[in-house]
C-alpha cells in the first residue's frame, strides 16, 4: 500500500511542463551547447514541453515530438497553444452546442487565457478573437 500511494505521488511529480518560446526565434540544438548539430530555429512563441534542465539549457519536446536542447533562458512563462487538428471551432462559450466563434487548422498558434471548466480552456487569436476550445484540440497546456 505505501509502495503504490508513494509511486502516485511521484507520477504527479511528472507532470508536464510546458513553457515558450521566448520573444525572438531561437536555434534548437542537438545537445546542451552551442556547439552542437543546429537542428532547427524555433519561432517565437511556439510552445514546448520541458523534459529535463540541464545548467543553463532545458531538453524539450516540440508539438512533433521531437526533441532538442535550447537555452533555458530563451524559454518564457507565457503560454501558447497549437490547434492539434484541422478545422477545429473555437465556440462562443465552453459548450459542445454553442455556436462557433472561428475555426482555426492544424497548427495554428493560439494564446491560452484561462482554463474555463474540465475539458476546456479559453483561447485568443493574434486578431483578438476568443473564445474556447476542447483541451483535447490544443497541445501546450
Known sequence: MLACAAFLCASNAFA???KNIGAAPVIMYDAPSTRGQRLFVAPRGM???VVINYGTW???RD???DL???ET???AERKNVLIRTSNTKIRIAPDES???QFSADKG????FVETYQTGWIKVKHSDSASGYVKLSDVWGV
Open 73 to 75: 533562458r530563451e524559454l
Open 98 to 100: 454553442s455556436s462557433v
Open 68 to 70: 532538442s536542447w535550447v
Open 63 to 65: 508539438f512533433a515530438g
Open 58 to 60: 532545458s531538453k524539450v
Open 108 to 111: 495554428v498558434l493560439l494564446e
Open 16 to 18: 508536464a511542463e510546458f
Open 47 to 49: 510552445p514546448v514541453e
